[in-house]
């Protein structure tokens, strides 16, 4: 295949895949899947969050799939959403380690029962936000998640 095909290919499944076809988001994931595992190898040794980053960044890619650019190159795409987001967590997950540190000097007071309800209320409804974007999806979309 020269790059010309790739190329033309690359393009068509992307379109095809933004327009909501199945095929496109498993023939995308299959061909990339492997090797955004291994480049986040080198970036991490957590196996856990490169493939947390992974699905997150599957997910965001079909909730957004209307709005997303054009591409002639799927790889490429996929592995500056996927390096962006991984470094992006990483330093998260740092900076909540060194909260923890902290934390574990000065355990976490509740000053008062409303604080409590407020913090399980937010808790809550995060988990009802994941809930309805999850129904979004249909079988297949969470079976690839």
Known sequence: ????????EDTYIWEEFKKGEEY?????????IDFLFLYGKKI???ENLIL?????????LIRKKKNLGQTDNIRLYLLKSFRRKLIRQIQVNQKHDQIDRETELY???????EEDIIF????T??????????????QKQREVL
């Open 1 to 8: 295949m020269d790059q010309f095909e790739f190329v033309r």
């Open 24 to 32: 496109a988001l498993t023939y995308i994931y299959d061909h990339h």
């Open 52 to 60: 947390d980053v992974i699905q997150d960044l599957f997910f965001e």
């Open 120 to 123: 399980q209320e937010e808790n």
């Open 107 to 113: 355990p976490h007071v509740v000053f008062s029962a």
């Open 125 to 138: 409804h995060f988990q009802e936000l994941v809930k309805l974007g999850l129904k979004e999806l249909n």
């Open 44 to 46: 991490t040794k957590d």
